[in-house]
């Protein structure tokens, strides 16, 4: 249940939060779609045994402690300049994994 009081700042019922509206949707977002659809994707695939959990539990506790700085971070840098550095982030990730395709052919 989402309601807002006259301090036009939305409270989350469930969660006890009171955010601004952008980051209600976030929460909302998150908790509806992601976190559900991840959780069936991880069941499925531990159920599987395609899961390595010495790679992955560190990964997931490391991208719990972080995240909250590269957000903040996100926020900080233009735009323009973050587009730019994925971009060449995709470009360099692609011919790395078109060379290893070559070396193991």
Do not use: N
């Not at 509206?21 to 531990?46: E, F, H």
């Not at 692609?94 to 193991?104: D, E, M, V």
């Amino acid at each position: 249940m989402v309601t807002v009081p006259p301090s036009g700042r939305l409270t989350f019922a469930p969660c006890r939060w009171s955010v601004s509206p952008g980051a209600a949707a976030w929460a909302c977002s998150v908790l509806a779609l992601v976190a559900p659809s991840s959780v069936v994707a991880l069941a499925t695939y531990a159920g599987a045994q395609r899961v390595d959990w010495s790679l992955g539990l560190p990964l997931a506790i490391g991208g719990l402690f972080t995240v909250s700085a590269g957000v903040a971070l996100a926020h900080k840098l233009p735009e323009k300049r973050m587009r730019a550095a994925f971009a060449w982030m995709l470009a360099a990730t692609a011919l790395w994994l078109f060379i290893g395709s070559l070396i193991r052919a």
